[in-house]
């Protein structure tokens, strides 16, 4: 099992996503995510990645590919750690969902039993694949993995490997190319870093 895993959200994407649910929606980086793929991957050498996993959606490959690529690390593409699928709900404003439908709002908050995204994913399913995805990398040899995937799934993950129920994920913030760091202390995950950005201060102060 790895010494400490790094969970990498995907950078930036376009204006045209900014405040909408996008799960399944194959969008790209905009240039300022790719900026901040360039920023990660400068940390991730630092860091002493040795393998990275990411999510098949392109604005994590991308960012992957930016990040983990030119310091020769090898990227595994993992279809678990998609982000989850919205169905009807991609695209739109919570504002829009609200006023379309109100009642799915309010079992999607309670945590309904069950509740599955109109059109879309179960959350049961989310996170059966997610905890899949985090018990397999978890499983790995290499001492420092880094795994590029959504914030949806860095939070189902935390909350797996924490022994978390998932409810707990409203708790988690994960920005844009932040860290989030899980450290294995004789086999035991333990949270080391939440939400990091300081990478990306750095670029901003330059």
């Given at each position: 099992?790895p010494?400490?895993?790094?969970l990498?959200r995907h950078?930036?994407?376009?204006p045209?996503?900014?405040?909408?649910y996008?799960?399944?929606?194959d969008a790209p980086?905009?240039?300022?995510?790719?900026?901040?793929a360039s920023a990660?991957g400068?940390?991730?050498?630092?860091?002493?990645?040795?393998?990275?996993?990411?999510?098949?959606?392109r604005?994590a490959?991308e960012?992957?590919?930016?990040?983990?690529?030119?310091?020769?690390?090898?990227?595994?593409?993992d279809?678990?750690?998609?982000?989850v699928?919205?169905?009807k709900?991609?695209?739109?404003?919570?504002e829009?969902i609200?006023?379309?439908?109100?009642?799915?709002?309010e079992k999607?908050?309670?945590?309904?039993?069950?509740?599955?995204f109109?059109?879309?994913?179960a959350l049961?399913?989310f996170?059966?694949r997610?905890g899949a995805?985090?018990?397999?990398i978890?499983?790995?040899?290499?001492?420092?993995?880094?795994?590029?995937?959504h914030?949806g799934?860095?939070?189902a993950?935390?909350?797996?490997?924490l022994?978390?129920?998932?409810r707990?994920?409203i708790?988690?913030s994960?920005?844009?190319?932040s860290l989030?760091?899980?450290?294995?202390?004789?086999?035991?995950?333990?949270l080391?870093?939440?939400?990091d950005?300081?990478?990306?201060v750095?670029?901003?102060?330059?």
């Amino acid at each position: 099992m790895p010494n400490l895993l790094y969970l990498a959200r995907h950078g930036t994407t376009g204006p045209a996503y900014a405040g909408r649910y996008v799960g399944s929606t194959d969008a790209p980086l905009a240039p300022e995510g790719r900026e901040e793929a360039s920023a990660l991957g400068k940390r991730f050498g630092e860091l002493g990645i040795a393998k990275c996993f990411c999510s098949p959606l392109r604005r994590a490959r991308e960012t992957a590919e930016i990040a983990a690529g030119p310091l020769g690390v090898s990227i595994a593409v993992d279809p678990d750690l998609r982000e989850v699928d919205f169905g009807k709900w991609e695209g739109k404003t919570f504002e829009e969902i609200l006023a379309e439908d109100p009642g799915g709002v309010e079992k999607w908050a309670a945590f309904a039993e069950n509740f599955r995204f109109p059109g879309g994913e179960a959350l049961r399913d989310f996170e059966a694949r997610v905890g899949a995805a985090a018990e397999r990398i978890a499983a790995e040899g290499c001492g420092r993995i880094a795994a590029v995937a959504h914030g949806g799934v860095i939070k189902a993950i935390v909350c797996r490997l924490l022994g978390l129920p998932l409810r707990c994920h409203i708790l988690l913030s994960i920005k844009p190319a932040s860290l989030t760091t899980v450290e294995f202390r004789d086999g035991k995950p333990v949270l080391a870093g939440l939400n990091d950005v300081c990478h990306l201060v750095r670029r901003k102060l330059r």
